[in-house]
């Protein structure tokens, strides 16, 4: 089990742009995926962003391609989320995630389901102002 620590959230104005940064603790000697979600009050948990370990393929969510990047820095097990051009609509809790690699015919991939990732950051909030 991985324990994650997110930092970065805030309040800004329509446009802005804000980095979360999500830290997990001890060695991690397996290839895992790294994931960003958000959950908004009275919606879903949904899949923002994720990355693959080994080669750093990352998946978007057609909502936020083009304004949200995705990164991992392997040695820390630390990921990031740089939003930019942020959306009243992007406003949520995000948590960052860590889960299982899938490997379909020697092709890695992510899960996107909640049920995927089994460590979980506690959350941190941001709010999109117009």
């Known amino acids: 089990q991985v324990q994650l620590l997110e930092s970065g959230g805030g309040s800004v104005q329509a446009g802005g742009s804000l980095r979360l940064s999500c830290v997990g603790s001890g060695a991690v000697y397996t290839t895992y995926c790294m994931a960003w979600f958000r959950q908004a009050p009275g919606k879903e948990r949904e899949a923002v962003a994720t990355?693959?370990?080994?080669?750093?393929?990352?998946y978007y969510a057609d909502s936020v391609k083009g304004r949200f990047t995705i990164s991992l820095d392997n040695t820390r097990l630390t990921h990031f989320l740089q939003m930019n051009s942020l959306k009243p609509e992007d406003a949520a809790t995000y948590y960052c995630?860590?889960?299982?690699?899938?490997?379909?015919?020697?092709?890695?991939?992510?899960?996107?389901?909640?049920?995927?990732?089994?460590?979980w950051g506690q959350g941190t909030q941001v709010i999109v102002s117009s």
């Open positions: 995630a860590k889960g299982d690699s899938e490997l379909n015919d020697g092709v890695f991939s992510c899960p996107t389901a909640p049920s995927g990732f089994d460590s």
């Open positions: 990355i693959h370990s080994a080669d750093h393929i990352t």
